[in-house]
């Protein structure tokens, strides 16, 4: 039950997970739970020893579940529905590896995977766990600088990529968009594997490789056996700097807890068919697409295609109905696209849901009004869970395999076993109940939360453990209600949420700044009926200057979308006077966003000049179109 079991996890953190650990493999098992030499971070496992591909394939097979179905790739965008059993898939891991190895790649070698919404994305990432390599994902949306950041800090021996990833409107060939960041990186791999695409194929280069031949040639390996806290990925993710943050995720902490979540939290269980529809790219693809379900031996769906449009607003129900989905894990900005288009739920009603029990939802708060739309069409309960892509598993959530609850709206239920979550104020005292502050969780941070940032333990410590000592510190805000219940209410940093997307809005300054016609700027995120937040940009010409306000707008977006990527969606920007500043010179971004939200907000005392602020308000609340008249 859910009060024992939360209780003995923070009074015998050790004991807990070491029981836990008993559902993997190790190649030594652990005897220690935590090591606390590196404190204040912890790393699990210390003498443990295993192989998280064989723990996620192998394993299921040597079981005598082979056969079984470990993942089901439906793709809207080619028209094709592939299937691979457990021993298939082990089987194109072990050749895969066998591939990376002929490439020189070894244990502790780092490839860079930069492919869509297609099963070699999950056979790259197992196969590099084969070997011990450590993988970094990045996400499609991402311009050629992004990459070529990434690359640079990762330093990969090889990278992995396909011709083209499929959006509705358009195809986006990433072979130019590797080519451009190779020539501004210092870093450069030995080769790029690429896996050829009908729809748009690339011509391959001296270093190039295509994916088929390689693997031709290759022969299959067994799997490694490596450390628990030796690294399994690096997952770079937006802060508040434009520098992205290299999250390291260890092996043998990740295998415990993700397969622990998926019956605590989840109640999915071996044989189950699950689908977290997200991009390989995010957390939730790491932890949820790929990993979870087959270290615990269930199916993975992995859906290349989006919420509406691929071909209509019908196309998750028909996935669910057509492979069975017992559980699935979305974005509400997904839901919200689907509600918008069919309202009424009319393509609902076209398929056989009977199977599908919960739908979970995170990664953005879940407002109230598409809990309730989608309570009432689905009539399965609607889950609201919180978590980060450094936690890497559930921090709070209604923990349907070991204790269902009771759902309050707007809430994201408990705090998980494991997850010490108190509210403190700005001098780290406990808040009452009601009482909103800053969401931390007490150390040490349970298996599965990063150990450390890739290359950087100052940065890690200065980030997430210097604010509160002896906390970790998650950069949301939140209550706890008298119930125990969390409410997360938004970021406390200049993170936003887009369509579910984590990105910086001081990266998206830096490249403002960037123009020669812009003296300061401040970019907010804004509330958006669809996406969640959607940045806005606000700047300042430098004196003198004399521009056309209207090309300017256009070329400070263009510059947005190269330099960050489309996944911005950076629309928005409005010329203005005057910046509002505090006396030592900060822009007040946080007052900005909650006028613009629509707020009754005090004006801070530490204000520098209050009539620039009030100039500001007519601008900041209205629409984009009235703002640029307004400003
Ligand atoms: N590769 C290249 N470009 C991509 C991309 C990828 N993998 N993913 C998105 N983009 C591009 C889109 O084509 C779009 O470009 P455009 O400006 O030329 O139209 C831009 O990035 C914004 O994309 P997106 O955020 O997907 O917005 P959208 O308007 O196309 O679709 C939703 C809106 C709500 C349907 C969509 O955002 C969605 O499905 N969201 C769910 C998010 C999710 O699963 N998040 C994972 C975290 S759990
Ligand atoms: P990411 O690292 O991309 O998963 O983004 C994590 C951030 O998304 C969190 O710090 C929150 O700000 C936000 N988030 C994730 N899940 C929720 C949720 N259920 N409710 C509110 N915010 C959420």
Redesign the pocket.
Known sequence: MYSESYQRSLEDPEGFWLEAAQAVDWTRPPTRGMDSAHAPSHRWFPDGELNTAFNALDRHVRDGNGDRPALIWDSPVTNTVRRYTFAELRDEVARFAGALVSLGVGKGDRVLVYL?VVPEAAIAMLACARIGAVHSVV???FAPKELAARIDHAEPKVIVAASC?I?P??I?EYKPIIDEALRGTTHQPDTVVVLQRDRARAELGERDVDWAALVAAASPVDPVPVAATDPLYILYTSGTTGRPKGVVRDTGGHAVALAWSMHAVYDVHPGDVWWA???I??I?GHSYMVYAPLLIGATTVMYEG???GTPDAGAFWRVIAEHGVKALF??P??L??IKRVDPDGLELAKHDLSRFATLFM??ERLDPETYHWAREKLGTPVIDHWWQTETGWPMAANPRGLEPMPVKPGSVTKPVPGWDVRILDKAGERLPPGREGAIAVKLPLPPGSLPTLWQDDERYREAYLSRYDGYYLTGDSGYLDEDGYLFVMGRTDDVIN????RLSTGAMEAVLAAHPAVAECAVIGIRDQ??GQLPRGFVVLKSGVEVDEEALRAELVAMVRRDI???A?FRDVTVVEALPKTRSGKILRKTMRRIADGRDEPVPSTIEDPDVLEALKAVLRGTPAEQRRAA
Not at 498 to 501: D, P, S, T
């Open positions: 869509p996400f499609g949306g990833g959006e409107t358009r986006v529809a997200s991009d790219g995010w939730v989006k919420p509406v979305v974005a900005t997904a919200r696209a995170a990664g887009v369509a579910g997307h669809l996406k990527g489309p996944v969606a």
